[in-house]
Structure formats: C-alpha cells, structure tokens
C-alpha cells in the first residue's frame, strides 16, 4: 500500500508500495493522535513491569495470567481503578465473563464506569489483557477511526506513479516478496509508454555480470528501458554495479532521457547501499484479506476485458469465481500446516493465465468445459507449482466449488456463509460495489471450509508479530541509559532482561 506522509518532509518520494507489514508501523503513528500516556503506551507494548504471579484468581472463568494482566491494568492508568474489584463484583461479571467469551469483544457492553469512560485506545488495552487472538481487528479499527481508511486499505498498485517520479539517473528497485511478480507490471508499463521493444531483461547469476554491463552502456546510450532480475543471486557483482551507477551519475549529461535501470532482489545485504539510497523502492506484496485480495484482483481487470467475451454472462460469473479461488488459496496459507502442507508461492501470472484461457475457451467452445477449465486452473497454472499429493487434492477440490455447472445459478453461494456471492451481473463497477460495500474486512475460517477454531492459532500468530514488528520500532535509549527490554511472550512469564536502568517490581 502507497504510505503518503502528512508530515509535509515529502521532498521526493523514493520508496512506494511498502509492504503490509510496515502498515503496523502507522499504530505507532496513531498513538500520536489521541493523547496516549508514555504508561499507557508501554503497557500496550510490553505489559506491565511488576511481579503480580503471586496473586490469583478465586474463580476458574478467569486464568492466572489473564487475572495478573487485569491487575496491571488497574496499576497502569487511572481509568482502570477498582477493576480488581470490579471483576469480584457478582453484579459486574456477567458482563466481564460476556466480553471474554463474545465474537466480537468490541461491541460487549462494560460495566458503566469502564463504558463510559474509557478512551479508545484503553479498550484496546482491556480487550489485549482479555482477549489478545482478537486484536489485530481491533487495531485496524482504531488505526480507522484515528487516521482515516486510507490507512488501512490497500490501493491499487500503479507502476506508473513509480515511473513519472524516476529520471534516467534514477534506479527503480522491485523489493520481491512471495506471490507477487513485479514483470507482468513492467512490461505492461513498456507497452502503454511504447517501450515494449526497447525493454531488454536479463536474469542475473554466474557468468552474467559482463552481459549485465555491456546491455547497461547500450541502453544508456540508445534509450533503452534495462531490467536485471535476481540481483541477490549475483552478491559478488554488485560492487560492480554500483561502480556503473556512480559513472552514470557523473556522467549525466551523455545518458540518454528515456533510459531507465530497473533492478528486482530480494531482500539482501549484499545490494549496494548507494544504489539504493539514490533509487526508488517499489513492492508490491499481496494484500492481506479476501477483500483487499479480490479488490486488488479487479482493479487489474480492464473494462474492454470484462466486456469482450461471446457468452458475457457465463464469463462474469466464472471470472469472479477463479478470482475468489486465487484469493481462497492464498489467504489459506495464513493457516499454516491447517491450510496446505507447503506455503506456495503463487503468483498474479497464475491468475492473469487463467483468466486469458477462461474467455478463449468460452469464446470458442459452444459449450462451457468445466473439465478442461478445471484441469487447465488445478492441474496446471496453480497446480504445477504443488508437490504435495494432499495439496493436490485439496486445490483440485477448491476449484470445482466453482468452476460448475451451478455457478450459473443466480442464487448460487460461494461459501457456506450467505455474504459471499456472485454479485449481479453487468458492469465491473458493479463488482467493486460489492466488495466495498458488502464483503466483511475480517475473514471467518468456514469461507475457506475450516472450522471456526482454526482461527485461533493464526490470530495469535498475527498478533505475535504484529507486536514484534512494534517494538522493532520503538526508539532505542541512548546517552549511558538503557531501558527494559523483552517481549509481549516474556511479558506473560514475567521474565526480563535487565539492562541497567529499571529493574521489574516485585508486588509484595
């Protein structure tokens, strides 16, 4: 997604389309916003600093590490005073026991003096001491209200912002990341700026590097737009590289207007740092959720496409049908072993194939051939990179959910759960208006045949590293202090490392 700064330090923009873990980042930003305690925050962040292992709960409703975060809670901030008690309550806990039992913990009632008054950001601390799994939601939903939706929604990826930003002394640098192929992109770029002959590519690895220099003096003599692909895979020539960057930067004035150096790694230490210093970032990582997956699908679906097949109603419904099967298979991978045995790389090539041979097979067989359709989809294009024999059958059984004869019912569902559907066909805008205005942002495991207990673990899993990334981020201490440092998991043992400046509080 496109970070745009509203701090007005916007001089030229060098990197675009950070990744999706970077939006974490923007929770520190908000945190700005709305007025947040440095306790507040650190509690947040770490959980609280002193030892409360020796204090239980008299009941079993509530565990032992979920009671010692409740009364660190009430320890942090003003707002949560008397929640000790309050949890003692018998008039309060039928709510508390609600709130940590709900689907959706945001919308629980609390009691009144919690309800009312508590800020924003101190609900998400309840509900991070109640119910952690379900944070990230809840997250996304502050970071909403705070910021504003453009935070939290992936806009389209568009090449060509990237390219009107560049000049011919500018390197463009792909930052590669699993499922995504930043080539289908380019070449479309080269044919829109009748590039497309001009535009040479080399695969980069041993042996290649003369090939590499020599292809870069004749571009930047010619015009030419040079692409080298896999620069990780080519560490002991990138010294090289960076000395042929650093002449063309001298030598400005003999370098052609149109030629462009376009570089794709991944993300290694051996690129070269005055490169990319100099250069603009670009990636383009899948967007997280069936809905961002299905709109980021649709927004590289060009209208004359939509509307150029023989059979337009047929060819709508199975279009969104393998739209969703892309977004379905890898969403799943999020599940870890529960959703394929290996996390595939699947790629937007994998998709733009089939969608090619969906309207040439509907174009010119008289009838659909749901069997050569799926054979060519779950067999080929996404099947050829499977391996293992259950993944295969499982991706072959995902396919047929769709690619049937009932796809062409109008009231056919393409879950169990009724909000997931083919929307009315007619015009493609017609599709967005369903993705924005009825597909939920948080996805429930039976969309993708699990069971609703098959969430638990991914969500904790999210939410790990959501805070990790976090505290990543955080700034260090300097200047002979140091502060405590450890972790969201060290924070739950009430385990530390000490570094010299505070010293956890043991609760007597």
């Known amino acids: 997604f496109f970070f745009q700064a509203e701090d007005g330090i916007r001089d030229q923009p060098r990197s675009r389309g950070l990744g999706d873990v970077y939006k974490r980042q923007i929770m520190r930003r908000a945190e700005g916003r709305n007025k947040i305690t440095a306790d507040e925050w650190n509690f947040f962040l770490r959980g609280s600093l002193t030892d409360f292992t020796q204090e239980k709960f008299d009941e079993d409703w509530v565990d032992n590490v979920t009671w010692q975060k409740i009364l660190g809670l009430e320890e942090c901030h003003y707002g949560f005073k008397d929640l000790k008690k309050s949890f003692k309550n018998p008039d309060h806990q039928k709510l508390w026991k609600e709130a940590m039992t709900c689907e959706n913990p945001v919308e629980c009632k609390l009691p009144k003096e919690y309800d009312e008054n508590l800020t924003a950001f101190q609900r998400l601390m309840i509900i991070k001491s109640l119910r952690e799994e379900k944070l990230m939601g809840l997250c996304i ?225 008289p009838d659909i051939p749901y069997t050569a359709l799926n054979y060519l989809v779950a067999e080929i294009n996404y099947g050829g990179r499977v391996t293992d024999y259950k993944d295969s059958r499982l991706i072959k059984a995902l396919i047929k959910q769709y690619f049937n004869p009932k796809i062409m019912d109008p009231t056919f569902k393409l879950s169990s759960l009724d909000v997931y559907y083919i929307p009315p066909i007619g015009k493609l805008e017609n599709v967005f208006t369903y993705i924005e205005g009825t597909l939920p942002s948080d996805d429930l495991p039976e969309v993708f045949g699990m069971h609703y207990n098959a969430s638990i673990t991914m969500q904790q899993k999210m939410v790990r590293e959501f805070f990790e990334t976090l505290l990543s981020i955080q700034p260090r201490a300097s200047g002979g202090r140091s502060c405590l440092l450890y972790t969201s998991d060290a924070a739950d043992e009430r385990s530390s490392v000490d570094l010299g400046g505070r010293r956890i509080i043991k609760k007597k």
């Not at 500018?170 to 080539?183: E, H, N, R, Y």
């Not at 002959?197 to 930047?220: F, H, P, V, Y």
């Open 141 to 365: 939903r502050y970071v909403k209200d705070m910021l504003g939706i453009k935070f939290t929604v992936s806009p389209p990826f568009s090449l060509a912002d990237c390219f009107s930003d560049s000049t011919n002394l500018t390197p463009l640098i792909f930052v590669l990341s699993p499922g995504a192929d930043p080539m289908i992109y380019l070449q479309g770029l080269a044919k829109e700026k009748d590039m497309d002959t001009r535009l040479k590519t080399l695969s980069l690895g041993q042996g290649q590097g003369k090939e590499a220099a020599r292809i870069i003096d004749e571009g930047k003599r010619s015009g030419e737009w040079i692409c080298l692909q896999n620069c990780h895979l080519a560490a002991s020539w990138m010294p090289e590289l960076e000395k042929i960057q650093e002449q063309i930067q001298n030598s400005s004035a003999e370098i052609n207007p149109e030629y462009r150096l376009w570089l794709t790694s991944s993300p290694t230490k051996t690129f070269p740092v005055p490169i990319l210093q100099n250069g603009i970032k670009i990636t383009n990582e899948p967007p997280k959720g069936l809905k961002n997956n299905l709109a980021r699908t649709f927004h590289e679906v060009k209208e004359e496409f939509y509307e150029s097949c023989n059979k337009p109603e047929a060819f709508k419904r199975m279009l969104f049908g393998l739209a969703f099967f892309h977004a379905v298979i890898l969403e799943r991978r999020k599940f870890g072993s529960i959703g394929w045995n290996i996390p595939y790389s699947w790629m937007d090539s994998d998709f733009e194939i089939s969608k090619k041979q969906l309207l040439i097979y509907l174009d010119e067989q």
